[in-house]
């Protein structure tokens, strides 16, 4: 794995933290708003974004319809559920524990198990 | 919830494909719409900024894919997609598609067709409740399966704890009069509880209860039961015919109940008829309550295994009481033979069926291989195409998927193929079958069949493709250019060797039983039966009605019958015998010579009793060794006097004059033979039993009358022709009794072996397959070879290689490979042909003469087979081969 991809699950917390953010979005506004968010370590392109809409969408997190982007082009918005809200927060939680408990291993220095 | 979902979004891409698409496009354009709008703002030209967006994109088309991708509808559309471009490539290659299919097709086919012949007798049970409990019970004396007799049926009734209930059967022929011809039934007597031991009830009417089979008495009351089929067939399924009466040997008989449709009688699949045995319980030592002449089938308790009961079998048999009187021919002193009635219907035609399941396995192995290796060959010619859909960026998993599907295709088109030739072949089957064969009824392509050969052909479609898709892609990965095929002999060049090594060992092994089955044939038919076979016509007539109860009317009828058939024109010889060598009668009594020391007694023999007309052994051509035949003289009032065999007296009578010693045969209180006589011995139930004891005797001087008798007629030439010039003399003496069982004695000589012949069609027809498999095989991997390597062959010419020397080149990959097949097929054969051991006769398993002659022929014909490919090769001109890419 490439540094730059994005592990799946790791990516749709990602694009339901976007949408609870910014609201209502298309594809190509998640896809660079991730990007930016990362300091552009990350590359998103539609390939790897679509089947994790797609399967969110199926998941009932987040939903979509069709209407105008900025440049007045068609495009499918995405907007998070309710459900989609909750799920965000139950994940962001395990996200957080997750991360404390790696940070906490890696603070651990040599002497201190002496 | 979210499956349902799923299933609805799936439903609907699938269903409204376009729309969908249109869907995931727009947004796809949308994307690069955002991206170059971006790249706009930064300072693009707006083609710069496209171009810059799709750069960044990769493929729209790809991306598009790879959104496709997702979901278990796309699946389902790359399978359709893929099984349509199978289907398109094999269009394109005919031919090729056309071989490999028909070769799948003969291996699914034969394997179709066997499973259906052997899944009844083999795998399905028995088609009543409980099947597994039902037992198969015969007397065990000397240590061979005898009829048992009333006396021991009663015995057991009353003293066993292991079983439910217990019913004997014997045969019986009535002949059926009515509005229409009189017609012969077949069927048989049973004790009452004969149903109720198979777990059948009647469908119309009632079983048979107790009272309806009290001891004999010629003014009855009789009843009967019918089967399905006879009721449909000749009372018009009319439901009042229970209760009414019919006409049986012309004494009226009520009809007390009607079978179920399909109700299947394994004990006697032709029986359409049954009544009751109506035997004497009282058990008189001189009646026929204690010959050896029933079937005894017993249901074992649901709570004691068949061991414990066959057990409590034996300790009955030791063990004999006071209130159960045995006479000294049904002692029981060797116990009771019992076995599960499957085990026991199965028994006689296991070793051939387990020999022929085993050698379709064989021939479908090695189409399988043939298959395998023509793919292989093809995939040779394709590694450009893989190539290039590999550097399309398919994957890996794409790729065999979209090979599998084509082995699928083509697998699936040789499995439907092969139904049809299953379908057409297995009637064929039955009728070929030998007579032994069990439950031949439920031989039929069902759906337990169809469900057989759809597993069968997945699997094969499986295999056969896995091979050849695993070779694809290594071949297609990097590195395999598309233009290297023609220059290098590659990897898959010794797969495909080793392919045709397999399928010639297969092939050896499958000739190798072929051939030791052939010779078993012809050395069993080399036996001499004993008798002349040659021009000899026989038949059974019989007597049954009210005016025949009368010995001497039955005695009159078969005298004057003779008389009449020696008056057609053609007839040089005819006689009566009570039991025709070969017919599958085997009437045998114990015989007791009077020079045995009382002592010796145990160990009388039994023997075949034939009681023949004066004339018989002139009209079989059984060769008189001494003394006289039996005459005319011989009748009613005169002294007994018997003819023997010559082996019998022989081994019996030991230094001693057999004329004019005495013999008792049957229950030793009945009266003395005198032997004035002795004959060569005759094959009485199969030309592989050689030895056979008989006694002879005329008909007016046993205390039986037998009313149904063997007619032999002899001709000058074309027996078989002279049936119904004799048909119509019986029928002017009485046209009501039947004649049956028509046949020449050469007819039942080659019918004796049917077992063994059946085997050796079956066997014969797959090794046939087999050889002409094996045969392309090699063929097509030499010509594959010859092709690849025509630029070497033109450089080898060109450096002054004679025509000689690379036809010589290409027979030596050839019968490299054979030889290889032949010494391993040699190896396999010594092995696999222990299968065959109870089907051969006269000849070893190891018979050196077949292998060697099996393996030359195999030689031969991979000769003709390298021949082709090594002319082609000796052709190519050098400059033709410089010029080949």
């Known amino acids: 794995m490439k540094d730059t991809d994005v592990r799946q699950g790791t990516l749709a917390l990602m694009v339901l933290k976007t949408l609870d953010v910014l609201g209502p979005l298309h594809g190509y506004g998640i896809a660079r708003r991730i990007e930016q968010i990362s300091g552009d370590l990350l590359t998103v392109n539609q390939g790897t974004l679509y089947p994790v809409l797609l399967k969110l969408e199926q998941e009932g997190s987040i939903a979509s319809e069709w209407g105008a982007s900025e440049n ?31 940070e906490r291993f890696f603070a651990v220095k040599g002497e201190d198990v002496k | 919830m979210s499956l349902w979902r799923e299933l609805a979004r799936g439903l609907r891409g699938l269903i409204n494909r376009p729309a969908a698409d249109r869907d995931i496009a727009d947004e796809v354009e949308q994307y690069v719409d955002e991206a170059a709008a971006s790249f706009e703002a930064r300072g693009l030209s707006p083609e710069e900024a496209r171009r810059a967006a799709l750069r960044e994109l990769g493929s729209v088309t790809a991306v598009r894919e790879q959104v496709r991708a997702y979901g278990w509808e796309n699946i389902v559309e790359t399978t359709l997609a ?50 597994q409990r039902l037992m198969l019970i015969w007397d065990g004396q000397g240590g061979s399966r005898l009829d048992v007799t009333f006396g021991t049926y009663r015995e057991l009734i009353a003293r066993n704890r292991s079983f439910n209930a217990m019913a004997v059967m014997r045969p019986m022929q009535p002949t059926l009069a009515g509005v229409a011809e009189p017609e012969r039934l077949d069927g048989e007597y049973v004790s009452a509880d004969y149903f109720r031991v198979l777990g059948v009830r009647p469908a119309l009417g009632r079983d048979f209860e107790a009272a309806d089979d009290p001891p004999y008495d010629p003014n009855g009351p009789f009843v009967a039961i019918v089967s399905d089929t006879l009721w449909r067939r000749r009372f018009n399924a009319d439901p009042t015919l229970v209760g009414r009466q019919i006409l049986l040997n012309d004494i009226p008989v009520t009809v007390i109940g009607i079978m179920p449709t399909g109700f299947e009688n394994v004990l006697s699949p032709q029986s359409e008829i049954w009544s009751t045995l109506r035997y004497d ?6 009646g026929r309550e204690w010959g050896h002449h029933l079937r005894l089938v017993a249901r074992v308790r649901p709570e004691i295994d068949l061991d414990r009961a066959s057990h409590e079998l034996q300790e009955i048999a030791k063990a004999q009481l006071p209130d159960f009187e045995r006479p000294q021919w049904a002692s029981l002193q060797d116990g009771f033979i019992a076995h599960s009635l499957q085990d026991e219907l199965t028994r006689s035609v296991r070793p051939a069926l387990v020999a022929i399941v085993g050698a379709v396995i064989l021939l479908l192995t090695i189409a399988c291989v043939n298959v395998t290796n023509l793919l292989l060959a093809q995939g040779a010619s394709r590694r450009g195409e893989l190539s290039v859909r590999t550097a399309l960026g398919a994957s890996r998993a794409r790729i065999i998927r979209q090979l599998l599907a084509e082995t699928l295709l083509l697998a699936s088109i040789g499995g439907a193929l092969g139904i049809v030739l299953a379908h057409t072949t297995v009637d064929a089957l039955v009728a070929l079958s030998p007579p032994g064969l069990p439950r031949s009824n439920a031989i039929v392509v069902d759906r337990t069949v169809l469900a057989f050969t759809a597993g069968l052909t997945t699997v094969i479609g499986l295999l056969v493709g896995l091979l050849p898709a695993l070779n694809g892609f290594r071949a297609s990965g990097p590195g395999g250019a598309p233009q290297q095929s023609t220059r290098i002999a590659s990897g898959h060049q010794l797969t495909r060797r080793c392919l045709v090594v397999v399928q010639v060992a297969l092939a050896l092994v499958l000739l190798v039983a072929a051939g030791l089955l052939l010779r078993s044939v012809q050395r069993l038919f080399a036996m001499p039966p004993g008798f002349d076979p040659t021009e000899r016509l026989t038949m059974q007539v019989q007597v049954a009605g009210q005016r025949f109860r009368d010995a001497e009317t039955s005695h009159r009828f078969f005298d004057s019958v003779l008389e009449a058939v020696r008056q057609v024109p053609g007839v040089t010889a005819a006689a009566f015998t009570s039991q025709l060598p070969l017919s599958g009668d085997e009437e045998a009594y114990g015989v007791h010579f009077e020079s045995t020391p009382p002592a010796a007694a145990e160990e009388d023999p039994s023997a075949y009793r034939y009681a023949v007309s004066p004339g018989y052994f002139a009209a079989m051509g059984i060769p008189l060794r001494t003394g006289r035949a039996l005459d005319s003289h011989d009748g009613a009032g005169a002294p007994l006097v018997a003819v023997i065999n010559e082996s019998f007296a022989r081994r019996r009578l030991p230094g001693l004059n057999p004329i004019g010693q005495r013999l008792h ?54 027996a078989a022709a002279l049936a119904p010039a004799i048909r119509r003399a019986i029928a002017a003496i009485d046209r009501n009794q039947p004649i049956i069982r028509v046949a020449t004695m050469e007819e039942r000589v080659r019918a004796s072996a049917a077992d063994r012949r059946f085997a050796l069609l079956l066997f014969e027809a797959f090794a046939t397959t087999a050889l002409i498999l094996a045969a392309i095989g090699t063929y097509s991997l030499l010509s594959g070879s010859v092709t690849e390597r025509t630029r070497e062959m033109g450089v080898r010419s060109a450096l002054g290689a004679s025509r000689l020397d690379i036809v010589a080149l290409v027979f030596r990959q050839g019968l490299t490979l054979t030889g290889l097949g032949i010494g391993i097929g040699l190896g396999g054969a010594a092995v696999a042909s222990r299968a065959l051991v109870t089907l051969l006769f006269g000849v070893t398993r190891l018979d050196s003469a077949t292998y060697a002659g099996v393996a030359t022929l195999l030689l031969l014909v991979s000769i003709l087979a390298c021949a082709m490919p090594a002319w082609r090769a000796a052709r190519v001109r050098p400059s033709v081969a410089l010029r080949f890419e």
């Open chain 1, 72 to 102: 007045n082009r068609k495009a499918r918005f995405y907007r998070l559920t309710r459900q989609g809200r909750k799920q965000l927060q139950t994940e962001a939680r395990s996200w957080e524990q997750t991360a404390a408990i790696i």
């Open chain 2, 82 to 131: 893929d099984v349509g471009y199978a289907a398109r490539r094999l269009r394109r290659y005919p031919i090729h598609a056309l071989v490999a299919a028909l070769t799948l097709a003969l291996g699914i086919g034969a394997s179709t067709a066997i499973f259906s012949a052997v899944n009844p007798v083999l795998f399905q049970p028995l088609p009543y409740p409980d099947p």
């Open chain 2, 281 to 286: 319980p009282a058990l008189p030592f001189n």
């Open chain 2, 665 to 718: 045969i049957g229950p030793n209180s009945g009266p003395w033979f005198t032997v004035v006589g002795v004959v060569g011995d005759v094959t009485q139930t199969s030309l592989a039993v050689t030895r056979s004891d008989a006694v002879y005797l005329t008909a007016p001087q046993w205390r039986f009358t037998d009313n149904a008798r063997w007619l032999v007629v002899r001709s000058q030439a074309d």
